[in-house]
């Protein structure tokens, strides 16, 4: 069946580097985008980027200058790299399947991971 | 960007009535070439991730229960519970698709009384 998995650290120190993985399972990176959406506590959702099956990427604008999306599809594998991280950061970040129906909505997503940027 | 502005920001209401929530997206979300409207809704329980309930506004998924009603079109917006029950206490969020970034509403928070 279909299942997404986010792993990192939970604790980040500010202005430090933010690495999360997404692995995947019941389907395959070369036949499904795959976003990154996080949620601040008890807060709205906020969409960061996408890694499109053909490997291409997108982001919002408002992440672009430090996020980056990269893949390993042997391993089934998303990653985000975010820098600089603030305060502002903390939240739980999600990775979910975009739906084949051509339109750029969420059909699976991850448990979701918590991070805690503070020293 | 496109700001997606939901109500109310909470609700309560007792297991078995009807209850209405609503999306307005400051720009039509529909696009004229396929009559669609890029717009879905999303189920978050508590200590869940979100669960997509309809998509293209009105389209329900596969084994969401028919009591899940979307509608609206072009800047209107409305998810139906045509009959609450007691596991729908949820938060509901809004999202529109029809450009980047993708964003959503601040949700709707259904308690049951």
């Known amino acids: 069946q279909v299942q997404l998995k986010e792993s990192g650290p939970g604790l980040v120190q500010p202005s430090q580097t933010l690495s999360l993985t997404c692995t995947v399972s019941g389907f395959s990176l070369t036949s499904y985008s795959v976003h990154w959406v996080r949620q601040h506590s008890g807060k709205s959702l906020e969409w960061m980027g996408r890694?499109?099956?053909?490997?291409?990427?997108s982001y919002n604008s408002a992440f672009t200058s430090r996020l980056s999306i990269s893949r390993d599809t042997s391993k089934s594998q998303v990653f985000l790299k975010m820098n600089s991280l603030q305060t502002e950061d903390t939240g739980t970040y999600y990775c979910?399947?975009?739906?084949?129906?051509?339109?750029?909505?969420?059909?699976?997503w991850g448990q979701g991971v918590m991070v805690t940027v503070s020293s | 960007d496109i700001v997606m502005t939901q109500t109310p920001s909470s609700q309560a209401v007792s297991a078995g009535e009807k209850v209405t929530m609503s999306c307005k997206s400051s720009q039509s979300l529909l696009y004229s070439e396929n009559k669609k409207n890029y717009l879905a809704w999303y189920q978050q329980k508590p200590g869940q991730s979100p669960k997509l309930l309809i998509s293209?506004?009105?389209t329900r998924e596969s084994g969401v229960p028919d009591r899940f009603i979307g509608s609206g079109s072009g800047t209107d917006f409305t998810l139906t519970i045509s009959s609450v029950q007691a596991e729908d206490l949820a938060v509901y969020y809004c999202e529109q698709y029809y450009d980047t970034p993708l964003t959503f509403g601040s949700g709707t928070k259904l308690e049951i009384k």
């Open positions: 890694m499109w099956s053909d490997g291409d990427t």
């Open positions: 293209w506004a009105s």
């Open positions: 979910a399947r975009e739906d084949l129906g051509q339109g750029d909505y969420f059909d699976y």
